[in-house]
């Protein structure tokens, strides 16, 4: 037992005629131990949220209060309460609450005996949830954050976790695996990780399937750890370290279910979130609250020993068949628990608070990803099964994967198959270097048409039409952005006679209709993406193909037309989770800057752009990555809009010149002015813009230039942009 929580028994059993004693800088994670200890010599301990509540307490009671700043002047004012019922009261309070109650109760603040010190502490439900994923061998937890903590600083949800784990397991080690890297990367650090458990902070999907494939991959099988914002439908174990709070809030709750000592029965329990619940749904179906008590102080995990009731109330539906069930009830049962299953909960109603059974319905591998991580669990690692999860990862969007998967197959043993899937991918892989400014694109892109040409000759009459739709569709995109090769006309015809084909891919049609609209045949275009959609039930490609139609309509100029369909798909998606949906937004975005400077409405376009730029995502921006592509449209903004000093800095980065001047007085008022003066600062040089997007800037820059009055500079940037530009474009 801690020396703090010994001092406060000692203090209260030699203080017979009452004390106050104030445990100052407390913290929630500690009011379940203090309870506990305490109960041991004053069995009727009361547990209040309100002051109000001495007033019915017998004289002599112990009671441990937690009271928020508002109580300051109550206190105050009825302070011989204290004195003439003889209290032995503990003050469990937040810093803050201490200052006020210092300042505005100093009467009532003078009479305290003995201060303490709250030391920090975490969840102790999160730690005994480790505790026992590690003694049943689960195959890994998923550690569950608050939303709202999810979207704050990484490095603080790191760090919060880290707590808990030394505290849960220590003298073991973590090694954090960055699944952004190449897919064949994150595969070998798991596989070079030991006995050390791998952890990965994932913030969209997408991490967390690339880090389970690689855990498939590398045939680990347990000590692997996913923080995630949420509980899943998952075969790994949810854990959380969430408490539920203000006391206040649940102590009414318990106390409308029945709970004569709600205060009591929640700090025992720890305040775990589904824990609560739970109690609350116990006590509605006639459990005695003394019962309850008793079980959560017979167990070392309180929340835990509550678990056969749990089961026998029917508050987990059947757990041993599979399904998702509470953390609490998770380390109650062990090892015992049944096979995992996809199904989703129904949600129940509890004394008017409406929750999910077991806090959680949905699965955290969607749409491909579960079946290529069970295909990479199962069975002999043959150039067939190498190249179905290389398919299937390229169904699914991950292009690293599916080119690293084709790859084993064709070391294995070469086919066209082999060589199609890595040429498809490398190819996407490319194009999504390109946009973001990275210099591997145009290695990437070669190498992609190189496996491309070397899969054409050996293909065969077995290829599926829509295999034939996306290697047409993709060598016609690569010969039109290259410029220099016609052949590009010839694979576009050769694509467009598969487009009626049944099992055709949306992303093949929406790039064929790209294609269509930049070569000046839109009208074609949008009968492809208006059938397609007719035909496309999945929600991300509808929102695609809606947003590939309003760029038909910006090229059409109705650009009313375009920026309300923009508008629509952007209200749609916001919220859903994923980066692809992220991705998404930041294009549209794109999309209604340009649409506004091409209406030759400058001011209009940076409002929109200042706002992308600061809205609040999960997924890192930076000089290469979904914010860094929308700064060349952000410096035209501002030089549109009259602020050519402020665009010339923006405009010198993106073309890697130098930038020589006071950040201090730029960007001023804007609500993006961080993220702006975060990418002048970035180290890294933005390189690989495509030609047409480097002479817009060059053009931009001497514009700025002669809106200052330095007409000189602009000419010699004219120059340079002339020298840039004959230089022949990176070898695809």
Request: aromatic share 6%; glycine share 8%.
């Amino acid at each position: 037992m801690s020396d703090w929580i010994e001092e406060i028994r000692l203090g209260l059993r030699l203080s017979p005629r009452g004390v106050l004693i104030l445990v100052d800088e407390a913290v929630p994670e500690r009011l379940g131990g203090l309870v506990r200890a305490l109960l041991v010599d004053h069995p009727d301990l009361e547990v209040l949220a309100k002051p109000s509540g001495l007033m019915d307490l017998p004289d002599g009671s112990a009671v441990v209060l937690v009271p928020e700043a508002e109580d300051a002047f109550w206190l105050n004012m009825n302070r011989p309460v204290f004195a003439r019922k003889s209290l032995k009261v503990v003050l469990f309070c937040r810093r803050e609450v201490t200052e006020v109650l210092a300042r505005e109760a100093p009467d009532f603040y003078d009479w305290i005996a003995q201060r303490h010190e709250c030391p920090p502490g975490v969840a102790e439900h999160a730690v005994f949830g480790i505790r026992q994923a590690l003694r049943c061998r689960a195959p890994g937890i998923l550690f569950a954050h608050a939303d709202k903590l999810y979207r704050k600083d990484p490095q603080e949800r790191i760090e919060r976790f880290e707590q808990v784990f030394r505290e849960a397991l220590p003298g073991r080690t973590i090694r954090w695996i960055d699944t952004m890297k190449a897919y064949a990367e994150v595969v070998s650090e798991i596989q070079n990780a030991g006995r050390a458990w791998v952890a990965c902070d994932a913030v969209g999907y997408e991490h967390a399937a690339r880090f389970r494939w690689a855990l498939a991959e590398a045939r680990r099988k347990t000590r692997a750890i996913l923080l995630v914002p949420n509980y899943y439908q998952d075969r790994f174990w949810n854990i959380s370290d969430h408490v539920w709070g203000p006391l206040d809030m649940v102590t009414k709750h318990l106390a409308n279910a029945g709970a004569r000592h709600p205060g009591r029965l929640a700090a025992v329990s720890g305040q775990e979130t589904g824990v609560i619940g739970c109690l609350i749904g116990l006590l509605s179906r006639g459990y005695a609250e003394e019962e309850l008590l008793a079980a959560m102080l017979r167990s070392t995990d309180a929340a835990a020993g509550l678990g056969e009731r749990i089961l026998s109330a029917g508050l987990a539906r059947a757990p041993i068949q599979g399904y998702f069930i509470p953390p609490h009830v998770q380390r109650h049962l062990g090892k015992r628990i049944g096979l995992w299953s996809l199904s989703r909960r129904p949600a129940r109603k509890v004394e008017g608070i409406e929750i999910l059974d077991g806090n959680g319905g949905f699965p955290l591998l969607i749409d491909r990803a579960p079946r290529i991580e069970f295909l990479l669990c199962q069975g002999e690692r043959t150039p067939e099964r190498w190249i179905e999860l290389s398919r299937l990862a390229y169904d699914h969007g991950d292009f690293d994967a599916a080119q690293t998967w084709a790859s084993r197959a064709l070391e294995i043993q070469e086919s066209a198959i082999g060589y199609f899937l890595q040429g498809i991918a490398l190819t996407e892989l490319s194009h999504l270097n390109w946009e973001a400014g990275h210099p591997a694109a145009a290695t990437l892109r070669r190498a992609g048409v190189q496996a491309l040409i070397h899969a054409e000759p050996m293909l065969d009459g077995d290829m599926p039409p829509e295999d034939l739709l996306t290697l047409y569709s993709l060598l016609a995109e690569i010969g039109f952005e290259i410029g220099v090769d016609p052949s590009h006309v010839w694979q576009l015809q050769r694509a467009l006679m598969l487009v009626d084909e049944p099992r055709t891919r949306p992303k093949d049609l929406r790039r064929i209709a790209g294609l269509l609209r930049r070569t000046g045949d839109v009208e074609r275009a949008e009968a492809i993406l208006k059938a397609t959609l007719d035909k496309t039930k999945d929600h991300q490609e509808r929102a695609k193909l809606r947003f590939s139609l309003a760029w038909c309509a910006f090229t059409r100029r109705s650009f009313d037309e375009a920026d309300t369909m923009a508008e629509g798909i952007a209200k749609e998606i916001a919220g859903r989770g994923g980066s692809a949906y992220e991705r998404l937004l930041l294009d549209i975005d794109k999309f209604r800057m340009r649409l506004r400077l091409e209406r030759g409405e400058p001011r209009e376009a940076l409002t929109v752009a200042d706002a992308s730029l600061k809205r609040e995502t999960p997924y890192a921006w930076s000089i290469r990555g979904e914010g860094g592509h929308r700064i060349p449209l952000v410096a035209i903004a501002l030089n549109r809009s009259g602020r050519a000093a402020d665009a010339e800095v923006l405009l010198r980065k993106l073309l890697a010149l130098p930038v020589e001047v006071d950040l201090d007085a730029r960007f001023l008022g804007l609500v993006s002015r961080d993220a702006l003066v975060a990418f002048v600062h970035d180290t890294r040089l933005l390189l690989g813009m495509h030609p047409e997007a480097r002479k817009e800037l060059w053009n931009e820059l001497a514009a700025a230039l002669r809106a200052q009055g330095r007409h000189l500079e602009a000419a010699e940037v004219e120059a340079q942009r002339d020298q840039d530009l004959d230089e022949p474009p990176p070898a695809s």
